[in-house]
């Protein structure tokens, strides 16, 4: 056997509803196993990070970032609240989910560099269920620090 037909084993931890996306999203996308559309849809995830990621830090970008996360969680909701505030978060929306879940979307236009940081910062709070990035624009033009 050569070594572009080694797998690695990789598992996680999920509500049962989860899973239950992930079966139903499987079967409904075409794909033969679990497996396969994990790995296509992680490696969606990293090619959006890598993006930002290889963006010099001083170049201009606006990204939106959504936040979801339990509104009862009150460490949570004021840490999470307290690094907006001390952000330059250009537009903020939030919608009620559920009777627990909140969904916040932010709108951040500044250097990489800096949305970078706010994001290893905003992984950093524990109770956060999910947050995902999107770039929508790049400007080539590097600013002055």
Do not use: W
Not at 37 to 50: G, T
Not at 51 to 72: E, Q
Not at 102 to 121: N, P, Y
């Amino acid at each position: 056997m050569t070594s572009k037909n080694i797998r690695e084993t990789i598992t996680f931890s999920c509500e049962p509803g989860f899973k239950e996306i992930i079966n139903n999203m499987t079967k409904e996308m075409g794909y033969t196993n679990t497996s396969q559309m994990i790995r296509d849809a992680l490696q969606h995830f990293f090619e959006s990070e890598e993006s930002l990621n290889k963006m010099p830090d001083d170049c201009k970008t606006t990204v939106i970032i959504n936040v979801v996360y339990d509104h009862h969680d009150l460490k949570t909701v004021k840490q999470f609240t307290d690094m907006q505030h001390h952000s330059d978060i250009s537009f903020s929306f939030h919608f009620h989910m559920t009777e627990r879940e909140c969904l916040e979307v932010l709108v951040f236009s500044d250097k990489a560099g800096k949305i970078q940081k706010f994001l290893q910062k905003l992984r950093s709070i524990q109770g956060l269920r999910y947050i995902s990035i999107k770039v929508v624009s790049r400007n080539n033009v590097r600013l002055s620090k």
